[in-house]
Structure formats: structure tokens, C-alpha cells
């Protein structure tokens, strides 16, 4: 089964960039497409990006798109989470998820089968 682990959050000003990582062991993590989401105090989770195995994404959360790039690095089992010119609204719990099969995208959150333990940022001054 595929674990997964977040790090790279942090404190950071507004307008301050972090890059996350998302690593996964276990088996063949080429074969997984990988989520982004983050989930602010008091608010539900939501789904940024979805990055499947070659490394294509697709975008769930548009408002962050002009400011935020995934990709993904299979070679060292790992994807990425740029995030650029980030606003006190980005403060959040990022967690990375994984789901069987290269191409598929899930459109609910449940689909999704595995979770990392999430990685705090927090943009504040």
C-alpha cells in the first residue's frame, strides 16, 4: 500500500513562496494519481490540483491556478506543490493523496484511498 508524506510547510509572509513535497512509498507510485488539498480552520477540505502519473494535472480549485503549479517527480517518488505570491487565505493544513490508477482524476474526495498526515502553512506578517 502507498504511505504518504508531506513536508516543506511553514511560516511564511504574504506574497512569500513554499514549494511542498509529497513523497510516497510502497508500490509503484508511477501507477497513482496524486491530489493536492487544504483544508483552513473551520472550513471544509478542498482539492487543488490532481496530478496524474506522467505528470499531467488538472486543476479542481481555479482561483489558486495563476499562483500555484504542481509536478511530479517519479524517479524520486515525490510531487510537488509550488505556491507563489501567497495570501493569508492560503493559511492551512496541505494534505496529499493518492488513488490507484494513472489517468483517473476523482471527482469526489472519497475516492480517494490514501492520505498523508498534512503539512502546516501558515502566511501571516
Known amino acids: 500500500q502507498l504511505q504518504l508524506v508531506e513536508s516543506g510547510g511553514g511560516l511564511v509572509q504574504p506574497g512569500g513562496s513554499l514549494r511542498l513535497s509529497c513523497t510516497g512509498s510502497?508500490?509503484?507510485?508511477?501507477?497513482?494519481?496524486i491530489g493536492w488539498f487544504r483544508q483552513a480552520p473551520g472550513k471544509g477540505r478542498e482539492g487543488l490540483f490532481c496530478v496524474s502519473g506522467p505528470g499531467g494535472a488538472r486543476t479542481y480549485d481555479f482561483s489558486v491556478k495563476h499562483r500555484f503549479t504542481t509536478s511530479r517527480d517519479n524517479e524520486k517518488n515525490t510531487v510537488y506543490l509550488e505556491m507563489n505570491n501567497l495570501e493569508p487565505e492560503d493559511s492551512a493544513i496541505y494534505y496529499c493523496?493518492?488513488?490507484?490508477?494513472?489517468?483517473?482524476?476523482?471527482?469526489?474526495?472519497?475516492?480517494?484511498?490514501?492520505w498523508g498526515q498534512g503539512t502546516q502553512v501558515t502566511v501571516s506578517s
Open positions: 510502497g508500490l509503484h507510485f508511477e501507477n497513482h494519481v
Open positions: 493523496s493518492a488513488r490507484d490508477g494513472r489517468f483517473y482524476c476523482p471527482d469526489d474526495e472519497y475516492e480517494w484511498t490514501n
